[in-house]
């Protein structure tokens, strides 16, 4: 704790580059002021006590050690945060298709209808180029027709008799085509 000393006359105000430091006794040194070592902001107001005698080195230990854990655990909330960061950038590209602005839960919910609608009607169209073939059919040309398509809209793809459903819309619509 440092306390008011009196001014060196040979450091006065007429000294170039240097300000005279204002000090008189009635001012206290800035720092903790005598009975308030060991108050903190929301401490108990009492300070640690000791039993037997001081031990610098092992207090300086004690402080290392802890400095060393504190910068244990900044790694890992640094690394947690970027893992977090990269989840919701990667999140936000598949939901928010690299938009910035934020998304609300009710169009969240409309992205992962389109995407399931979406991957609904990519399993049909592989189901129809996977069976066409096997019944002389052009998947292609099946996937043009507006009769075709209406057909194997109203399939489910999670159903147990999807593939069956498939070869025989495909099947009715060979047959239609031939009896041209």
């Known amino acids: 704790m440092s306390t008011p000393t009196e001014p060196n006359p040979q450091q006065g105000a007429g000294e170039p580059g240097k300000a005279p430091e ?32 001081f031990d610098p080195q092992k207090a300086a230990r004690l402080v290392e050690n802890l400095r060393t854990q504190v910068d244990e655990e900044k790694t890992k909330r640094t690394a947690l945060e970027t893992q977090f960061s ?7 590209q598949l939901f928010g298709a690299g938009e910035e602005k934020k998304l609300t839960p009710e169009q969240i919910a409309q992205k992962a209808q389109e995407s399931d609608q979406q991957a609904r009607e990519a399993t049909v169209k592989l189901a129809v180029f996977q069976t066409a073939g096997k019944h002389g059919g052009d998947p292609e040309a099946l996937l043009d027709s507006a ?34």
């Open 22 to 53: 204002p000090q008189s006794p009635q001012q206290p040194a800035s720092g903790p002021q005598a009975g308030s070592q060991g108050q903190s902001e929301g401490g108990t107001g009492k300070a640690p006590k000791f039993e037997g005698e």
């Open 86 to 92: 990269d989840f919701m950038g990667k999140f936000g």
């Open 147 to 180: 009769s075709f398509a209406k057909a194997i809209s109203k399939l489910d793809p999670t159903a147990d008799t999807f593939a069956a459903n498939v070869e025989a819309a495909i099947r009715s619509r060979i047959s239609t085509e031939r009896d041209r």
